[in-house]
């Protein structure tokens, strides 16, 4: 172990003074950091804006929240005691037990002792002449660490539009990202809900049942693939848990984990068998039904085939054809915007206490005291949801004033985009890592174990520096500047930039326009991580300072 490594496992929260390390949230991402942190026998301190682990699995608890990947893919595979011990109950976890599974991990891996919660960091200023960062918090801390690691997540930093009136409003209002923990109550309500993404997709179908009317304001429709969510079988769990491993291999050079990879063109089949393919994986249900064909991301043909289907679908379940319309999309290619897994969505339009509104053609033009105001009139409400989404990728991280060499701000670096290296390191800010940072695949992943991914990369870069002496790590800008123009070039030659998403920062007033995650693949993105690693880390500087 290096001199600049601390020898001792640290047992207690610093909440001043120095460490070797300050993480940034527990959820998955951040108590797998500070776990192999450990391992390393740094000294971590963990700071969460919550009360408790989980990130964004313990501020979203609106009903009907369930995660949008199959539960037993969506958990750590870091240790296979957990994975054979943990059984999960439904193929689409709900996210009281998805809060229940972290807690679990942070309890039988002794992690709380070293979180703070709480406490949100509001700023991260690079030391040059000691090599540290200073780190402060709003409940006051003042703490320095030679490494500071965003753990911060992907989608964790809620966005309200700037509706006007918004103040005046008399009844309740409740955005997704911060449910109140008691529940809510709609029975007797009439309940407005503004945003039909995979957030508003989940909860209109649950809030239509408690609402005495349910109105949704919907700008965009979204494509919503059934979950067809069921208990898990005994069997069929134990046939996972005996292949744990092997599936997991497969998962992490491939990406798609349970879901075989598509090898046909939808443009090559004919149309009989399309539509026979199509039908079974809508019955199939879940988001695999992206996987259907090897180019529904690529070929606008074949995008528009599956656009058709579903289509189709919506047509044969919705009753009232004017409203069947208006919840078809027809300007961006299926997956463009991440596909929605529902259950009742489209069946819900078809009961009486619930009104599609339609806010592209008659846009929301203020909040009045008793409801929302459209262009073409007013909509008495009692209560107000917001399910509007995220500043993804880059709010959180910019939420926090980080700033590196010679001062210069993150917020001012990126002021064009979230130039970085591999989603986890920026030039001229030395000993910064991100988790999951924009240019990974991060969430066009099984997110958790891009996260394992990243976490061992960064582990293994700093058992590196132990054993070289370093201390001081900081990629160089040229393999920023290649690795910005290769996520790009990945993401043009799919169809996905093509929507006005979150995944190009078009939900968010005044952001770049750039695309950020990287779409190559977690398999081709792991064999350049591991490349990076094996060449010496030739992309970067180190020093001894
Ligand atoms: P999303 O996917 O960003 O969806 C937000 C929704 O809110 C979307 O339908 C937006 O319409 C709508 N929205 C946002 N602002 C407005 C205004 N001003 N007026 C009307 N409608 C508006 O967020 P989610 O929380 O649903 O999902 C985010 C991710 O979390 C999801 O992909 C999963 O990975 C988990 P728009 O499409 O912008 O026209």
């Given at each position: 172990m290096s001199e600049h490594f601390s020898s001792t496992l640290h047992t207690g929260s610093d909440h001043s003074g120095q460490v070797d390390a300050v993480v940034v949230g527990a959820g998955f991402a951040g108590l797998y950091m500070l776990y192999k942190l450990r391992l390393l026998g740094l000294r971590v301190q963990v700071f969460e804006?919550?009360?408790?682990?989980?990130g964004t699995w313990y501020a979203n608890r609106y009903p009907?929240?369930?995660?949008?990947?199959?539960s037993v893919e969506y958990s750590?595979?870091?240790?296979e005691d957990l994975q054979q011990d943990w059984c999960w109950s439904e193929r689409f976890a709900t996210q009281p037990e998805i809060l229940s599974y972290i807690r679990h991990v942070a309890e039988r891996f002794d992690l709380r002792r070293h979180i703070q919660f709480d406490?949100?960091?509001?700023s991260a200023v690079f030391d040059e002449a000691r090599g540290l960062w200073q780190v402060r918090t709003d409940q006051g801390n003042a703490i320095s660490a030679r490494y500071f690691i965003m753990?911060?997540?992907?989608?964790?930093?809620a966005r309200l539009p700037s509706?006007?009136?918004?103040?005046?409003?008399?009844g309740d209002c409740y955005h997704t990202v911060d449910w109140p923990k008691a529940g809510v109550d709609f029975r007797g309500k009439r309940v407005g809900i503004i945003g039909t993404g995979s957030t508003g997709v989940q909860l209109i179908p649950v809030a239509a049942q408690q609402a005495e009317h349910l109105y949704v304001f919907q700008r965009t429709p979204a494509y919503v693939v059934p979950a067809r969510n069921a208990p898990l079988e005994a069997d069929y769990v134990s046939r996972i848990k005996n292949d744990y491993v092997a599936i997991r291999a497969v998962a992490r050079q491939q990406g798609l984990g349970l879901y075989p990879r598509p090898t046909e063109s939808a443009v090559e089949v004919s149309p009989e068998t399309r539509e026979q393919t199509f039908e079974r994986q809508w019955s199939v249900g879940g988001p695999q039904f992206m996987f259907t064909y090897k180019d529904m991301l690529t070929n606008k043909e074949a995008n528009q085939y599956a656009v058709d289907f579903l289509h189709r679908k919506i047509r044969s379940i919705v009753t009232r054809p004017e409203v069947a319309d208006e919840l078809c999309s027809h300007d961006y290619p299926v997956g463009a915007k991440r596909i929605c897994v529902g259950t009742d969505y489209y069946e819900t339009?078809?009961?009486?206490n619930v009104s599609l509104v339609n806010v592209r053609k008659s846009p929301i033009e203020r909040i009045v005291p008793k409801g929302i105001r459209t262009r073409d009139g007013d909509y008495a409400l009692d209560a107000i949801v917001f399910a509007?989404?995220?500043?993804?990728?880059?709010g959180a991280l910019l939420d926090v004033d980080i700033r590196g060499l010679g001062g210069r701000r993150l917020a001012d670096k990126w002021a064009a985009g979230p130039q970085n290296?591999?989603?986890v390191s920026v030039s001229e800010f030395p000993n910064f890592f991100m988790i999951t940072?924009?240019?990974?695949p991060s969430v066009f992943s099984n997110v958790v174990l891009s996260i394992e991914q990243h976490v061992d990369w960064v582990s293994d870069c700093l058992q590196y520096m132990q054993e070289k002496g370093w201390s001081r790590v900081a990629v160089k800008e040229q393999a920023v500047l290649d690795w910005v123009e290769h996520v790009n070039q990945v993401a043009n030659?799919?169809?996905?930039?093509?929507?006005?998403s979150w995944y190009v920062g078009?939900?968010?007033?005044?952001?770049?326009r750039v695309f950020m995650p990287?779409?190559?693949g977690v398999g081709p993105f792991r064999k350049k991580c591991d490349a990076e690693a094996e060449s010496g880390y030739a992309s970067f500087e180190f020093s001894a300072v």
């Open positions: 804006a919550n009360a408790d682990v989980g009907g929240l369930r995660c949008d990947a199959e750590y595979s870091w240790s406490t949100r960091v509001s753990a911060s997540g992907c989608l964790s930093s509706f006007e009136g918004l103040e005046t409003f008399e339009y078809n009961r009486d509007t989404g995220y500043d993804a990728m880059t290296y591999l989603g940072g924009p240019g990974s030659s799919t169809l996905i930039p093509q929507a006005n078009a939900n968010i007033p005044g952001k770049p990287y779409v190559g």
